[in-house]
């Protein structure tokens, strides 16, 4: 008995620290991204970031067993490679040409909605609830806020970063649903690592095909360019991703996905802080927008006496939620 409690309390332990990875860590990668393409093509940074931090990974686990990647199922390793690490992160850092890092953390916000939406359609086919759909509603209508204005909010955005960043909301959602069905507790680490090279390969044929070598010069190169890919080496890639996967398998993926509404507000307070990113009255409006909606979605099997309840019990009641 003392030991299932220590082995809960661990595994909880685990899953609040892995929440609070993804919910401060990824909301500071887009100012990460921000510095390393100030010198750097997009594509380029993120083929060199998923091929390093894949390739520590590989050698790390390579140590630890012969075949790391023995038990994982390499398609579907490859598809949620192209869905997360490729197109989810590499058609991000492209739109960051022409949008500023808060208001393309804003827009991947609306990640839980589309979770919501593939997850009812193709998976596990539960209906949201009235709550949810007016959440769903509320959320588009941020997102559709901002793109209507985006030249409002980043000067002369052009409407393909603006689509970028909304194909990539929906490559990663698909991909996180795919991601949970097929990797498992004891493949997550070799199944994530799997897919950070795949998706660094995805994103190196990206950079050839957005023409990104003819000019690229090595010597232009910024310190601040290459720490910011470090950085999202290490904390993005190696400690985000794998918090994010890992909570996959114990978690359902709506509330995994919660972590989008925290990293806009992290994001849009470092980009006004660092770099001078404008926060504007439309930018907050959408915010609330775009967060009300998707906390209505998360929580839309909440009942307001049962929350309220919730609360004034504290962390010590044995009242549980739902």
């Not at 390393?36 to 140590?63: E, H, K, N, V």
Request: hydrophobic share 55%; charged share 10%; with cysteine.
């Amino acid at each position: 008995m003392k030991h299932d409690a220590a082995l809960h309390g661990t595994t909880t332990a685990g899953i609040v620290s892995a929440f609070a990875g993804i919910y401060v860590i990824w909301g500071t990668t887009y100012l990460g991204i921000a510095f390393a393409i100030q010198t750097l093509p997009p594509f380029i940074s993120g083929a060199a970031r998923f091929l390093l931090a894949g390739g520590l990974m590989y050698a790390w686990l390579r140590y630890q067993r012969p075949q790391p990647l023995a038990a994982v199922d390499l398609r579907m390793a490859a598809l949620c490679g192209v869905l997360l690490s490729g197109m989810g992160n590499g058609f991000v850092i492209w739109a960051q040409q022409g949008i500023p890092s808060g208001i393309a953390a804003l827009m991947v916000a609306a990640v839980p909605v589309i979770v919501l939406i593939l997850d009812w359609a193709f998976f596990s086919r539960r209906a949201p609830t009235r709550q949810a759909l007016v959440g769903i509603a509320v959320a588009i209508a941020g997102v559709a806020t901002i793109v209507m204005h985006t030249r409002t909010l980043s000067g002369n955005a052009h409407l393909l970063h603006v689509l970028s960043v909304l194909a990539a909301t929906v490559a990663w959602s698909f991909g996180t649903l795919l991601q949970k069905r097929t990797a498992t507790r004891a493949t997550v680490l070799s199944f994530t690592c799997a897919q950070m090279l795949f998706g660094g390969v995805f994103q190196l044929g990206m950079s050839f095909v957005d023409g990104e070598w003819p000019g690229f010069d090595v010597s232009a190169v910024s310190l601040a360019s290459v720490l910011g890919v470090l950085y999202l080496v290490v904390f993005g890639s190696i400690v985000g991703l794998n918090c994010y996967l890992w909570l996959l398998t114990r978690v359902p993926a709506p509330k995994v996905t919660t972590y989008a509404l925290v990293n806009p507000v992290v994001a849009l307070v470092l980009g006004a802080i660092i770099l001078n990113e404008r926060i504007t009255g439309l930018a907050i409006a959408a915010t609330v927008l775009v967060l009300a909606g998707v906390a209505l979605v998360l929580f839309q099997d909440w009942k307001l006496p049962q929350l309220l309840r919730y609360v004034r019990a504290g962390r010590g009641s044995s009242v549980t939620p739902p």
